[in-house]
Each structure stands twice: as C-alpha cells, then as structure tokens.
C-alpha cells in the first residue's frame, strides 16, 4: 500500500534557528498537503501544492513539490516559540478522491 | 461559529464494552472521515463516508463501526472487538469528496481503557 514517511521524526532547534522536515511517498501523489499539529491539539491545514516542482511560501514557511511529485519539503525561516508542534505531510490514496494517507509527522521542538 | 465538535474529549471503556465517539459538523460538508492517532504515528484512517447512508472502510476498520444517517453526524463506535483501543481519535470532513480537497478536523477524543 501507499506509505508516507517523514524525516526527521523529531527535532529540537533553539529560536532563530532555521528547520526543514521533509516527506517523501511511495507512490506518486497528484497533490501534496501540509498540516500543522500544535501540542494536545487537532491537524489543522496548511497549504497544498499541486504542480510539479512547484514552491510555496507563507511568511517564514516555505513548502516545494518534487519534481517527480514524490516528495516535498517544508523549511522554516528563523524558527519561534509559536512554530511548536507537529508536521504532517499527506497525500490522496491512489486513485481514490479525497482519502488522505498521512505522514509520520515531524514534531518540532523550539527553545529560547 | 462553524466546525466539527467532537465528544467527549476523554472516554474510557472497561473490558468487553463498546463505546461510541460523536462527532457532529455545521459546516455542509458532504465528506466525513474517522482517523486513529497513536503516539509517535501518524494519523491512520479508519472509516470515510463521501454521503450520507454510504460508508467505507479504512486501512484499520476491524473492531469499529460507523454510521452517517445525516449528514451532519458520523458517530464511531469502538467495539469489544478491538483489543487495542487506546488512542486520540479524530474526526474529519471535507466540502467534497474530489481529491483535492482539504480536511477540516475536530478536537479530538482521547480513548483510554480502564
């Protein structure tokens, strides 16, 4: 079956530092979604890419499609406290609308 | 204020009992799914629904069932069938069913067995 992993599991950076996870399929993806998990709290979405090779940016956050569309990567820019929690990438099920296969998740830890 | 309510937030279950975890959406949405968190894992689907009186299974369906009577209402039940049941339980639904489309979540149940 279709499998999503993540790397790295888990990472602790001191503020200001920069981050990157990145999140790599089994299978291609038509599409790729990020999601944002904050401690004891719900996924909450992020963004999507759809083409390939294609690079998104949301403030500090910047997200890329792989060429090949097997893969993406998310980069924080000058990590805060705020940017705690984890990362999810998720994919569509193969031919299938709308089902989602998600990641491991990257939790990200930021200290002062 | 429109989402997804979930409850309750904590639920235990004592041996042999089913137990079921509501979820409710005001947001017409026409897709509803039930995700399983385990610690240090990602979230795994359990059931979707893409309409109303219709239903799927997952990749971890054994030991659940759902229902989705209205469209507004996806409740789950965790039966005695289930020998591993304690997890964060998430509940999700999307405008539609395309692939494209994003999940909204709710706040979660966290399952416990006594």
């Known amino acids: 079956g279709q499998q999503v992993m993540q790397i790295p599991q888990y990472q602790h950076v001191q503020e200001g530092e920069d981050f990157t996870t990145y999140c790599n399929s089994s299978?291609?993806?038509?599409?790729i979604q990020w999601y944002k998990q904050r401690p004891g709290g719900h996924p909450v979405f992020l963004i999507q890419?759809?083409?390939?090779?294609e690079v998104k940016k949301q403030k500090r956050l910047t997200f890329q499609f792989g060429e090949a569309k097997k893969n993406s990567s998310l980069h924080i820019t000058a990590t805060q406290t705020t940017d705690v929690g984890t990362y999810f990438c998720a994919g569509p099920y193969t031919g299938t609308a709308s089902k989602l296969t998600f990641g491991t998740g990257t939790r990200l830890q930021v200290t002062l | 204020d429109g989402g997804i309510t979930q409850s309750p937030k904590y639920l235990f279950r004592k041996e042999g009992q089913n137990v079921t975890l509501s979820c409710e959406q005001n947001?017409?949405?026409?897709?509803m799914y039930w995700y399983r968190q385990d610690p240090g894992q990602g979230l795994r689907l359990i059931y979707y629904s893409q309409i109303v009186n219709d239903f799927q299974k997952g990749d971890i369906a054994e030991g659940y069932s759902v229902s989705r009577e209205k469209k507004e209402s996806f409740p789950l039940t965790v039966t005695s069938a289930q020998k591993n049941p304690t997890a964060f339980y998430l509940c999700?639904?999307?405008?539609?069913?395309?692939?494209?489309?994003?999940?909204?979540f709710g706040s979660g149940t966290q399952l416990s067995v006594l």
């Open positions: 890419l759809v083409k390939s090779g």
């Open positions: 999700a639904s999307s405008y539609g069913a395309a692939y494209n489309e994003k999940l909204f």
């Open positions: 947001l017409n949405h026409d897709a």
């Open positions: 299978t291609t993806l038509s599409n």
